[in-house]
């Protein structure tokens, strides 16, 4: 079944270039376009994308703001930041407003595509670069006593495999760095995932942001 997409880009040339990168790939389709963030609401409802490739700098709105309203209204639609932004402002600001993936446009062709089969498949895609920002706030946020307490329900070793899981590392690549086995990764990445009462890797990412364990 193929992945159905929207170009989002205020850039038509960016636009076409997107199409001849990602045309060659059969399990890909492009749905339509789009130039502006309300040119996105109105054609997300009509052609129904599985995922919107969305820039941030839009002439009407942000593609923050485009995003937020595109998820409140159709939730199931996937979304990743294909955007010239690399701060650490955008990117926690498009994760909190529901996005799956966040790639710079300098990435290389391999790198985009590894994040829309990874959020088309319900996970999250973080570049290397902003995955550490996330990791680096998750590690120096001055949480409350609180706060710290329910996390404190994780165990050292959860700890740890839940700042892999934050970079993006698979079991098996989480497994090397702590030279534990694969299946022993999965039981602590189940147990993270019971004790925090989430379900995904992206459920795990929005809940460090509404906890404020990362700033928004």
Not at 32 to 49: N, S, Y
Not at 124 to 136: E, F, G, H, Q
Request: hydrophobic share 40%.
């Amino acid at each position: 079944m193929k992945t159905r997409l929207l170009l989002v880009d205020d850039h038509a040339v960016v636009r076409s270039g997107l199409r001849m990168l990602l045309n060659g790939h059969t399990e890909l389709e492009i749905v339509g376009e789009a130039g502006t963030a309300e040119e996105a609401l109105q054609k997300t409802g009509e052609l129904h994308p599985d995922l919107i490739l969305m820039d941030i700098g839009l002439p009407d709105k942000t593609g923050i703001e485009a995003t937020r309203e595109i998820k409140k209204n159709f939730p199931d639609v996937k979304i990743v930041a294909l955007t010239i932004h690399e701060d650490e402002e955008y990117f926690f600001q498009m994760l909190n407003a529901g996005a799956s993936g966040y790639v710079p446009k300098r990435a290389a062709p391999e790198e985009l595509l590894t994040a829309i089969r990874a959020a088309a498949a319900g996970e999250v895609y973080l570049y290397p670069s902003m995955a550490k920002l996330l990791v680096r706030d998750f590690l120096s946020a001055d949480r409350p006593s609180e706060e710290k307490a329910n996390l404190d329900g994780l165990t050292d070793r959860e700890h740890e495999v839940l700042t892999h899981l934050a970079e993006g590392s698979s079991n098996e690549e989480i497994a090397t760095a702590l030279v534990i086995s694969p299946k022993t990764v999965e039981r602590h990445r189940e147990n993270i995932m019971r004790k925090l009462n989430l379900h995904s890797r992206s459920e795990l990412v929005r809940y460090a942001i509404r906890k404020g364990i990362i700033k928004a």
